[in-house]
């Protein structure tokens, strides 16, 4: 196996629709989960760092106020007031901290109890020249209900580097789905994009893909690859590459676009 190098930082941007949405589980998750996700995703270094650590306890006010961030303070006020601060702070004993089993266990997203989804089609562009926007595309289909769930794309270059982004899911909608991963193949000095075969894997799963913990898995895998070939070395800056999920589902970025194996 190649020695893994982070090297790229490519984020998705999903244009998530919520004109179709899905049933709703008995706790309404769909106000709660996703800024559930993105606290426990972007704050908890901080709220280890100046409650749990700090050996802080009280009421929702008291932990949360010592936040150091208003926003952060605020999400914590929020999501500690529906749980409450016992069940609220004990989250944060989770050996190997994970955003969604978090999430989860508080019972601000939904979980499955039979999660199956399949991926039918990947459509990857044999060849591309260098400088050109490739599109991964796909369809998955959500055969049970997933509940709060990722796709995850990784795709390494030639020299075994790996990037991609990873895309939460919030119980979709049974059927089937098609989603695109994009970005823009121009050289630069941290993303090289140099001629190759490069490899590309898609992931379905519940709950957080490459996940430690027991409660989750991988519900699908497809492989694919394609051929960048050199073309105009083009200078400035190689774009922010964009993820566009569509339709089923109240699908969310997770605020943690990138993912560095
Ligand atoms: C998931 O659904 C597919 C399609 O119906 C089926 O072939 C497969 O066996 C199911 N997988 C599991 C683990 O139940
Ligand atoms: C690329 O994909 C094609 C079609 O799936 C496959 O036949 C080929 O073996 C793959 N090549 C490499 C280098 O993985």
Do not use: R, W
């Amino acid at each position: 196996m190649n020695k893994l190098v982070s090297l790229f930082c490519i984020f998705m941007v999903l244009g998530a629709s919520y004109a179709q949405q899905p049933t709703k589980p008995a706790v309404s998750t769909d106000l709660v989960c996703s800024p559930c996700i993105e606290f426990m995703t972007n704050s908890i270094n901080d709220v280890f760092k100046y409650i749990v650590d700090a050996g802080v306890v009280g009421s929702c006010g008291k932990v949360c106020s010592l936040l150091p961030n208003q926003d952060e303070a605020g999400a914590c006020d929020f999501l500690c007031m529906i749980v409450g601060v016992k069940g609220f702070m004990k989250i944060f004993a989770m050996e190997d901290p994970d955003p969604i089993l978090m999430c989860n266990e508080l019972k601000l997203c939904p979980t499955a109890s039979n999660p199956n989804a399949t991926i039918n089609v990947v459509d990857v562009p044999s060849s591309a020249q260098q400088g050109e926007t490739i599109t991964i595309g796909m369809n998955y289909d959500v055969v049970t209900p997933i509940g709060t769930s990722q796709i995850a794309v990784n795709i390494q270059d030639p020299k075994g580097n790996v990037f991609g982004g990873v895309e939460l899911l919030i119980n979709p909608s049974v059927g089937p789905s098609p989603f695109d991963f994009q970005f823009q193949a121009t050289p630069s000095k941290n993303e090289p994009f140099m001629p190759g075969v490069y490899n590309v894997q898609i992931d379905i799963c519940y709950g957080t893909c490459g996940s430690v913990h027991k409660e989750f898995k991988t519900l699908a895998t497809q492989y694919a690859n394609f051929t960048l070939t050199p073309g105009p070395h083009t200078t400035g800056s190689s774009g922010t590459p964009t993820g566009s999920g569509s339709g089923s589902g109240s699908g969310s970025s997770s605020g943690n676009g990138y993912y560095f194996y």
